[in-house]
């Protein structure tokens, strides 16, 4: 009897249709996987939103300048370790073997009496098996034990106050430069829209041109002036993407794709509101002076030190020592003593580490004064900057406004034939100006108060 086709798959699927309906099955996720691919990824993220503090965090967390001048605070905790460990006992546990040309007493020749019985003559050998313990522990030396744990000390806070500083500089340079990409993202748009507008312009000339109504001249300046503004546009995107690198390097980051979006933080006012308040609050707040300032406690302390060298050393010195031959029967032998070392001549050496001692010491202060004149005038000029930049934002918001109503009214005028091509285009190079003035000037500010705070030491 016959059995057709579609009779057979309806009583039993084969293993043939079965293994297509599988791979079908399968093949769904992978289609809409590589649909998604090809319109919108389903793992696209949104754009990295940045605000300055968050990008002040990730620099102090991620520089590796900062990095590194926290190492070095961990080394001066090591170093006042060392410093620490000179005054400790030091045991050494001690062991060898000596081979003599002749035979060699295990312990020293003992004399208990006068007689002959008294007499304790100990075992000689060639060979001389030893294992013992020393002990050193200095008691005085000149004072330079104590001193040499006070500047280490010293050192270590004087490695705590550069990496305030670095941080400081770090907050600094990244708040400036967050501000200029600001600055160039608006400088930017200005651009664009200076693009725009000329060429809109310049379509309005080429219909005149083509009725008659202006010279052909007016169309090649306008050519001109848009192939001006095309290169500021190009200008401006270089220095946008310099700037957004500058940033990333600043901040730590590796991935050379990162490219957040900068949020505009609100304007913040300085923290200090007279010149004569910001140079008080610089003088006790500076990490900077107050390195310096542990650097000259160094300085007389190494002064002590090298003075410290002319007095005598005393010393506790022990020892306790088993020795064999061969025979490995040992005898032991301790000691215990005070030595002292008085200088009594060094061909002027520590004459000549007292007056370099000394020198150094005075090269110090005027390091000081030099940083404190320097101190008035980044003060001075941060204050000053602050001050000029707010006025100049005044005045270049109102100069925005009279462009923008400027550049209109000379192109209607232009529209109706009552002004001329050279107007239009200078009252858009105008308006160009302001903006470019207002964004600089806004730029001139924040970066004022960022210069300003880290003038004065201000966290």
């Known amino acids: 009897m016959m059995v057709s086709p579609l009779t057979m798959v309806s009583r039993a699927p084969s293993k043939q249709l079965l293994l297509g309906l599988f791979c079908l099955i399968a093949m769904l996720p992978i289609g809409r996987t590589a649909l998604s691919a090809t319109g919108e990824p389903s793992d696209a993220r949104p754009p990295v939103t940045l605000t300055l503090p968050h990008a002040i965090d990730l620099a102090l967390k991620n520089n590796p300048r900062i990095r590194m001048i926290g190492k070095d605070v961990e080394t001066e905790v090591y170093n006042l370790r060392v410093a620490k460990a000179e005054r400790m006992p030091r045991v050494d546990l001690t062991s060898g073997v000596t081979r003599s040309r002749y035979p060699m007493p295990l312990t020293p020749i003992v004399i208990e009496s006068r007689s002959i019985g008294g007499l304790d003559i100990p075992r000689f050998e060639r060979t001389i098996y030893d294992a013992g313990a020393i002990l050193r522990l200095p008691l005085y030396r000149g004072g330079r034990l104590q001193r040499n744990v006070a500047v280490a000390e010293l050192r270590k806070a004087m490695a705590e106050d550069n990496l305030q500083f670095a941080r400081e500089d770090l907050i600094y340079n990244v708040a400036s430069v967050y501000h200029k990409v600001l600055q160039l993202e608006q400088q930017k748009a200005t651009s664009d829209a200076t693009v725009k507008q000329l060429e809109a312009h310049r379509r309005d000339v080429e219909s ?48 050379v794709e990162w490219s957040p979006v900068l949020n505009r933080p609100p304007a913040e006012e300085p923290v200090c509101l007279s010149l004569n308040g910001c140079r008080q609050v610089a003088r006790d707040n500076r990490a900077d002076m107050k390195a310096l300032r542990r650097r000259l406690q160094i300085g007389q302390e190494r002064v002590m030190i090298a003075q410290g060298k002319r007095y005598p050393e005393v010393s506790l010195a022990g020892g306790y020592v088993d020795r064999s031959g061969t025979d490995f029967e040992y005898k032991e032998n301790w000691d215990v003593g005070v030595r002292m070392a008085v200088p009594l001549f060094d061909g002027g050496l520590i004459r000549a580490e007292l007056a370099r001692e000394k020198n150094e010491l005075a090269k110090l202060k005027e390091e000081e004064r030099g940083l404190n004149l320097t101190i008035e005038r980044e003060v001075k000029d941060a204050f000053l900057a602050f001050e000029n930049a707010r006025t100049r934002i005044g005045v270049a918001e109102t100069a925005v406004s009279s462009a923008k109503e400027n550049l209109r009214v000379e192109d209607l005028k232009y529209r109706v034939g009552s002004s001329t091509n050279t107007d239009v285009i200078d009252a858009q190079t105008a308006m160009e100006r302001a903006e470019t003035d207002l964004w600089q000037a806004r730029f001139d500010r924040d970066t004022a108060v960022a210069a300003l705070k880290r003038a004065v030491g201000a966290k």
């Open 208 to 255: 005149l041109y083509r009725t008659g109504s202006v010279p052909y001249l007016d169309l090649v300046k306008t050519d001109v002036e848009l192939a001006h503004a095309i290169q500021n546009r190009l200008q401006a995107e270089n220095n946008l993407v310099s700037s957004h690198e500058l940033l990333r390097t600043l901040i730590g980051v590796e991935n």
